[in-house]
Structure formats: C-alpha cells, structure tokens
C-alpha cells in the first residue's frame, strides 16, 4: 500500500481561456485510505482523478506515490488499475479474458494467470461467471468484471470514475457496498469520484468537496456534514440553511450573533474566522437540526410558513424569519401546518456553526 499526495497541481488545458480546470489543489492521501473527490459537473473531479492516472499531466505541481514523483510518468508506468463509468468491457471477449486482460500485457500467462483471474472473480463474487460473454451478464455484473479487470494486476492504487452511475438507484446502493467490501478486503489506496453526496459519504474514509476547480473542504463524512467550511460545501452536502446574522461579540472559536427576533447565539467558529463586532456571520444549521414549538414559546424564533412537502419520513416546512427561508425537516409534526400559519422554531446552538462565503 502506498499513499498519494498532489502538491499545488493545477491544470489548465488550451482554448479554455486562461481558466484554470484544476487549480492548485493540495492533497494527501494516507495509504490504503479510500478517498472520495466529490462535486457538481465541471468542478475539476474527473480532471484530478485523470492526471493521478497519468492520462493528463499537471501544467503546473507535482504527484507523488509514496516517495515516488510520478508527475510525468505515462500511465502504464504508475501501477494503477482504472475502473471506468462506462466500463470499457471488450464485448467479444468472455469474463475471464475481460479480467485477464491486463495480465496478458504484462506478459503473465498460463497457471499463474488463471489463479489470478480466479481469485480476482472471487473477490467480486462472479466465482463460475469466467466462460460467460459479457452480454450475458447484468449491469452490475458489467460493473464487478470492470473492478475485477482493475484488481488482477495488483496495482497500487485503484481509481474509479462514477462507476456507478449508469445503474438504477437499488443496485447503486448495493453496489457500492460490495466495492466498499472489496476495498477494505484488499487494502488498497482508493481514489473514487462522483457527484453523488449520498455514495460518498457511505463509502468514503475522507472526502474532498471540489467546486470551480479548487478544494473547498477536506475531511471526513462526519466533518464535513456537521462542520461544512463554505457556503457551498453546507449546501452541496445533503441540505443546509445559512443565515445571515450580525455579529454581537466574537473570539477565537466562536461568535455571539444576533437572530431577527434579537435574541442571541453563540455559535461555534472555525478558528481564523476572523469576523468582528462590525461584521455580519453566515451560519449554517441542518434543516432536521430546527424543531417545531408554538410562535409564542419563549424559546421561539416566530415565521410563517410558505409551504409544506411531506414525503412519509418527514414534513419538510418551508418557514420565512424576517424575509429569511428556513427549512425544516421533521419527523413528528404536533400539529399539521398549513401554508400561511405562524409558528415558532427552535434553533440550537449547538448544531449551528460559522461558514465561509
């Protein structure tokens, strides 16, 4: 196992306008960890994944695998296994040579061959499928021969571009518990993509939130949901309200604000925050993080609701505070609302926290 760490890599390629499509973008990634770039289209994911597999070259910045500079290193010189959205199956080829493949270049063949094509189909679990064509096989089948193809050669990092995305919601979930599994069982340093919020906060041990080509946040599922470090991570990460409040008193780790009904918070900050008395603080509270109460509660925010969705799990209530849109999510209702009822919400403390712009 091997870690992975870019070092101020940017990549611009040419007609974009000077615009950088991956700029300076630090990351470190520990040995066997499985890693997750996650944002919207055209945030730079895809592009990063792209030059740690050799298929880009940095404009500018360096790769390493573990000590190892592989910045300019063509692909099949990093010992890496790729595993495609699309898959890239050769359709007249069966299971076995599909896996095999990467074998066959690297001139491993006969009984060492087939052991390792055997113990890769295994691991996904198609032990018997070896002899089948590939258009015998489901989607999710497809997808575990890909995986299987990129596990044979024993790489030392394995890369994944949203390989779930051409499957239905039921299978994607179930997939991406098996390539969980197999990457746990493998130990193997991990780099995944997708846009998909859910997928990697289930699989991944740290996610880095792109956007616009930079990193936005770093950190774990956990960090990252109940800590967002922008605007954007709080609201690209699940659902997040940010409020905008003025500043009452302030030090290093948190901030004293002022909500529309003039009652105050302190709020926890991330430290450099840097906002003072004069400032005005944007703060981020989950939607199942506000309850419900009467508007004349003492604890109560007041607003008017502008609208009501329920999905079976939750009520989600769309609230106007002072000409501000909160959202909530909630499970237990203790009166039905209606669009154009006052009600009162509760804000906790300790589950609203200082974001960046």
Known sequence: MIGVTLESVSKRFPGAGGAAAVDNVDISIDAGEFFTLLGPSGCGKTTTLRMIAGFYFPTSGRIRFGSEDVTRKPPNKR??????QNYALFPHMSVAQNVGYGLKIRKIRG??????IDEALRQVHLDGYGDRRIDQLSGGQQQRVALARALVIRPRTLLLDEPL????????????????????EAGITSIYVTHD??????????????????VQQIGTPQEIYHRPATTFVARF???????SLPVVAA????????LPDG??????????????ETATALVSIRPEHIGLCGPEDPDALPGRVTDVEFTGITTNLTVDVAGQELTVAAVEVPAEPAVGDRIGLRL??????????
């Not at 009984?111 to 390792?116: D, F, P, T």
């Not at 994607?172 to 990457?183: H, K, P």
């Not at 740290?206 to 616009?212: F, P, S």
């Open 237 to 243: 990460i699940g659902r997040s309200n940010v409020l």
């Open 348 to 357: 906790p403390a300790a589950r609203m926290w200082v974001v960046r712009p």
């Open 111 to 116: 009984a060492e061959a087939r052991r390792r």
């Open 79 to 84: 010992d890496t296994g790729m595993v495609f």
């Open 251 to 258: 030090d290093v780790q948190s901030v004293e604000v002022r």
């Open 197 to 214: 919020q859910a997928e990697a906060m289930a699989m991944s041990d740290r996610i880095a939130v792109m956007e616009g080509g930079r």
């Open 165 to 184: 995305s051409n499957l239905d919601a039921k299978l994607r979930e179930e997939t991406r518990a098996e390539i969980r599994r197999i990457q746990r």
């Open 263 to 276: 009652a105050t918070r302190t709020v926890a900050a991330p430290s450099g925050h840097g906002l003072t």
